[in-house]
């Protein structure tokens, strides 16, 4: 999984440069999603992650009143998913693709 994700961001040759230092640290930033069980772009997100091989932390807000108010609370919007990598509100699935199209989430993704 790890080793995936490094070479489709650095390349082979790149990789193997900075392979010592990642592997000292969690090279990963933390990934939250608040979800339903049957949104689609709920599932697209999810989707996103798996394909990329990057662990996230699913918070289901279906039938729970608090957990959705939370989720408000923090994003400001009531729809979902809403999604957090590490401290940074995304927002929700369009925006996650659109960091996606333009090649900005893996490095989103590495922590610094």
């Known amino acids: 999984m790890l080793k995936d994700l490094k070479n ?3 390349g082979e040759e790149k ?3 900075v392979a010592d230092m990642v592997e000292m640290k969690n090279p990963l930033a933390p990934i939250t999603m608040y979800t339903t069980r049957f ?3 709920c599932m697209r997100a999810r989707a996103l992650f798996e394909s990329k091989g990057v662990e996230y932390t699913d918070i ?3 039938g729970n009143p608090a957990l959705r108010q939370e989720m408000m609370e923090k994003a400001g919007r009531h729809t979902v998913p809403q ?3 590490g401290e940074e509100h995304i927002g929700g699935c369009d925006e996650l693709y659109q960091l996606e199209r333009h090649g900005e989430l893996d490095s989103r993704i590495l922590s610094e």
């Open 39 to 41: 949104c689609p772009y």
């Open 8 to 10: 489709r961001l650095f």
């Open 60 to 62: 289901p807000v279906d």
């Open 83 to 85: 999604i957090w990598i």
């Open 15 to 17: 990789r193997n440069e």
